[in-house]
């Protein structure tokens, strides 16, 4: 089954948690053996390390196996993750109407902020991405992420992306991203395509931290820059009522 583009060590262990959760009752070891045809010893260190990782649960006085509490961590953040795209597609869908321009979803993706969603209403514009894109840090959605840096891995994929970038003036970011924490916006100048532009918005929650961000994407002399712009307060109203639904409330002055 497996080949050199697949790890077979994996694939078996992916076969050891289909086999228990495929059953209606715990397993015993011998029962699992017996499914999979992997030798004792190897199923020993198999199930030790997956007990230990919590992705099976084995009952200590029977000795019987069943699918660890990871498993309802993962369904929870699918279900999550799942509602969280239909409360914000209709914002999304708006936006797009509103501007005639192209709007993106962009969440933290492992090491990175990757597009997850797009809603286009400009089918002949090259937006230089697509559904799986990793953004950069020039990005109107990286420089919110990077605004908005909660955690380690933001701050080292920050110093990541500013390394990259010739003769980056650090004063100068610094500078932008307080500017956006203030805005709730920002504009990035053609970051990935030459005449296409973006203006990009944070979604917080109710202890102002970023649940996602989201970008507005067109033609460079379509997209407006300015704060003051009717289209971009339209868009900041819109961005905090997405927050709103996490909770998320403006600080009194």
Not at 82 to 101: C, G, H, V, W
Not at 208 to 223: C, M, Q, R
């Amino acid at each position: 089954m497996s080949n050199n583009t697949t790890i077979g060590s994996l694939i078996l262990g992916i076969q050891i948690i289909d086999t228990v959760a495929q059953s209606d009752i715990p397993l015993r070891f011998s029962d699992i053996q017996e499914t999979t045809g992997i030798s004792k010893s190897n199923l020993y260190k198999y199930l030790n390390t997956l007990t230990q990782m919590d992705l099976l649960y084995r009952d200590q006085k029977r000795g019987h196996y069943s699918l660890g509490y990871k498993f309802l961590e993962y369904g929870t953040a699918a279900m999550q993750n799942a509602d969280f795209i239909d409360r914000l597609t209709p914002y999304f869908k708006e936006i797009s109407k509103l501007t005639s321009m192209t709007t993106l979803l962009v969440t933290w993706v492992n090491d990175g902020p990757v597009i997850t969603n797009l809603w286009n209403t400009n089918y002949g514009l090259n937006i230089g991405a697509q559904v799986g894109t990793k953004l950069p840090l020039s990005s109107a959605s990286g420089k919110i992420f990077a605004a908005y840096a909660n955690s380690l891995e933001i701050t080292n994929w920050i110093e990541q992306e500013q390394q990259s970038i010739e003769q980056f003036n650090i004063a100068k970011f610094q500078h932008e991203l307080k500017q956006i924490r203030k805005e709730n916006f920002t504009y990035a100048y053609e970051p990935l395509v030459r005449h296409v532009s973006s203006i990009g918005f944070p979604i917080l929650n109710y202890k102002h931290e970023l649940v996602g961000a989201f970008s507005v994407v067109g033609f460079t002399e379509d997209v407006p820059s300015a704060f003051d712009s009717e289209i971009i307060q339209r868009i900041i109203s819109m961005s905090k009522e997405m927050s709103a639904i996490y909770g998320y409330k403006e600080k009194e002055e």
